[in-house]
């Protein structure tokens, strides 16, 4: 088991890498650095090059060309075994002629080592699958075999271990409970974890860091609260949780706040951006936005408010997912959890959609390009 | 959910009924399904087998009609006379077997592997000399190890054969004629269990240190025994019982046991004999396949 001693370990960098598959560019440019001992997760859609990615740290793809660093080691071009670098595969890849024991000593018996019985034994331990070792993969279920792949990664003291999709197989409350131990298995062992997955909750509750990926770039990286709070794109803003954003253009920068017209209601957004006269576009989670009645306004912070028809009322029982349609045709979706206070809108009710400014945050790109917008999905809840 | 379920009373008549219906297929054999084939093996296979083992203890001649008269020495004398060729043709059909697992493992792994979009064509050229008749393509094996042929002359030239050195009517054609023949039935089932193996048990390997071979040895073999078993027993049980490639390639002093029971019962008409030397291959071809596949531990062949 690694000592959990940070000094062994090295950041794991990546500098302009790129892999293409004939006129595919399956990752573009990729500048990534993953501090030792971190827990990271490359979020993404299928296809947006995360995989990929993996699969060169891991040396089963050769990058078209950059670097994969360990510290100042350049690792690109270094035989898979031969990196100290392990991977849990997607669907596992156990050897279903071998014992569970015999699958969790596979990497310390190919580097020489005699006794692994003492290691083995630990390692099953730690995923709380002794007693397991003289059975055969297949007589597993799911989640034990994942933590069988898990074992024997995690067995070899890897710098990094590497994660692909590896919660993608179990049903979703064993992911759940996955996921903690895993979360846990990574504060024991210490080793730096890349995760792989295109499941927001997952890289949300798992992950120090994410790295939200699209068409092979890093679209944001950050923690999950500055993932979700801050946005910087469209496309971020709408692959974790959900959006509401807004076009407009600037039309005053007022103290710290920048003025905004959408369509013709002027909107504040914190902070300085652009000058008069240039588009801005921003956004605001529908759990932040509350509808009011037209008229009465209660809470003064409250500045921001879009007038319009509520055209759609679930209940979800955590809360009421409201549709508001503005004046400009945009439909607006509004979260308003189920604490008591309950003042239902109606369908077909004249409301105004209103938010505090400072839970706006700006967007950097304008307008929606097609493919950067992932259909809103209404009935997902937010996290 | 759990309040209003009224379903715990005991099913009506008519569910009983349908319940039985459902459920009374899986009871009952199909033994219309069994029949034909049944019918073709008590014809085709017990009775013959009977018969055999019945003429093995027999006594007389065609002239006069046999009689069972449970004359077991026909047996050892069988085996006193026949002995160097029972374990000639378990000797050459080992050797061929070994040569076609050599050469069809390769082969079997190329096309499974790194064939890509040749693998179809591959598989029909490994299948294609199926189209012509077995004694042709061994007739045609004559042809190129003849001792004015091309395989012969560059053989000499390059000073493996003797100046007057020749392959045909040698043992090693018969061997080399053997591996020809049953080579398909060893690459086929090795194809087969090579194809099945998933790529990302290597990736998994070489991921945790194997280098190319080492993963090989370590997973690649192993999951691929099944395919080496079936291909061996089934290049190796019909090799053992051919007189084919003998009596084209061979001489005298290379016949196997297939040969000498085709001319006992065909030509010289010693019925007890034949039948005592065809039971005989028999039984010693089941215990070693037996003792084989038990080694191997391939059980689900069993």
């Known amino acids: ?383 | 959910m759990t309040a209003v379920l009224p379903r715990e009373a005991p099913p009506t008549e008519l569910e009983a009924e349908q319940e039985e219906e459902v459920h009374a297929p899986r009871r009952r054999p199909p033994w219309l399904l069994l029949l034909p084939g049944l019918l073709w093996l008590a014809l085709f296979f017990l009775v013959p087998m009977i018969t055999l083992a019945s003429m093995s203890l027999q006594t007389g001649s065609l002239q006069t009609g046999y009689a069972l008269t449970w004359t077991w020495s026909t047996y050892t004398d069988a085996w006193a006379t026949y002995g160097d060729q029972l374990v000639r043709s378990f000797l050459y059909a080992g050797s061929a077997t070994v040569l076609a697992l050599i050469i069809g493992y390769p082969l079997a792994y190329a096309i499974a592997f790194k064939a890509g979009r040749w693998r179809n064509l591959m598989l029909v050229l490994v299948i294609a000399p199926f189209f012509t008749s077995f004694l042709i393509r061994t007739l045609a094996w004559k042809i190129v190890l003849a001792d004015q042929g091309w395989v012969v002359s560059a053989l000499q030239w390059i000073g493996l054969l003797g100046e007057n050195g020749r392959l045909l009517a040698t043992p090693a054609a018969v061997v080399l004629g053997l591996t020809y023949n049953f080579l398909p039935f060893m690459v086929l089932p090795l194809y087969a269990s090579l194809e099945k193996i998933d790529p990302r048990l290597l990736e998994a390997a070489t991921d945790l240190y194997a280098t190319p071979a080492r993963a090989f040895w370590a997973v690649t073999w192993p999951l691929s025994i099944p395919g080496v078993v079936a291909g061996t027993l089934l290049t190796f049980i019909p090799a053992a019982g051919d007189y084919v490639n003998v009596q084209f390639l061979g001489n005298p002093g290379s016949q196997m046991i297939g040969n000498v029971i085709q001319s006992r019962f065909l030509t010289v008409l010693d019925y007890p004999v034949a039948a005592a030397l065809s039971i005989t291959v028999m039984v010693t071809v089941l215990v070693l396949v037996l003792s084989y596949v038990r080694r191997v531990g391939a059980k689900e062949l069993l």
């Open chain 1, 1 to 383: 088991m690694p000592d959990g001693g940070s000094g062994r370990l090295r950041d794991l960098r990546l500098a302009g890498l790129r892999k293409t598959f004939g006129d595919f560019v399956a990752v573009d440019d990729l500048d990534l650095t993953i501090p030792a001992g971190s827990f990271f997760a490359l979020l993404g859609p299928s296809g947006c090059g995360k995989t990929t990615t993996l699969r060169m740290v891991a040396g089963l793809e050769l990058p078209t060309s950059g670097q994969v660093l360990l510290g100042d080691e350049d690792i690109s071009t270094l035989r898979p075994y031969k990196r100290p670098v392990n991977t849990v595969f997607q669907s596992y890849a156990l050897f279903p002629h071998l014992t569970i024991e015999d699958n969790v000593a596979f990497g310390l018996r190919r580097r020489g080592v005699k006794d692994t019985k003492r290691a083995v034994g630990e390692m099953l331990e730690l995923v709380e699958l002794s007693g397991f070792g003289r059975r055969k993969p297949g007589q597993l279920s799911g989640g034990q075999q994942q933590r069988v792949a898990v074992a024997r990664a995690l067995i070899n003291e890897p710098e990094v271990l590497l994660l692909d999709e590896p919660l993608g197989a179990l049903d979703l409350k064993l992911r759940r409970q996955m996921q903690l131990e895993l979360k846990s298995i990574q504060d024991r062992v210490g080793s730096t974890f890349v995760h792989v997955t295109h499941d927001q909750e997952e890289a949300m509750t798992m992950a120090d860091t994410i790295a939200v990926m699209h068409s092979g770039r890093v679209e944001q990286l950050g923690t999950p609260r500055e993932l979700y709070e801050r946005p910087v794109s469209r496309y971020v803003a709408n692959f974790l949780g959900q959006s509401n954003c807004l076009d407009g253009t600037v039309v005053d920068l007022d103290g710290d706040d920048t003025v905004v017209d959408v369509h013709g209601v002027r909107l504040a957004l914190p902070g300085r951006h652009g000058r008069p006269g240039q588009p801005q576009s921003f956004g605001v989670r529908p759990e932040k936005a509350v509808v009011v009645a037209s008229s009465a306004t209660t809470d003064p912070a409250l500045r921001n408010g879009v007038p319009g028809t509520v055209t759609d009322v679930s209940f979800t029982g955590l809360s009421t997912q409201y549709v508001v349609r503005t004046g400009w045709g945009q439909e607006l979706a509004v979260f308003a959890q189920n604490d008591g206070t309950d003042a239902a809108a109606q369908r077909g009710e004249q409301v105004v959609v209103a938010w505090r400014p400072e839970h706006a945050f700006p967007l950097r790109d304008e307008l929606p390009t097609g493919d950067a917008e992932p259909a809103p999905a209404l009935a997902t809840a937010a996290p």
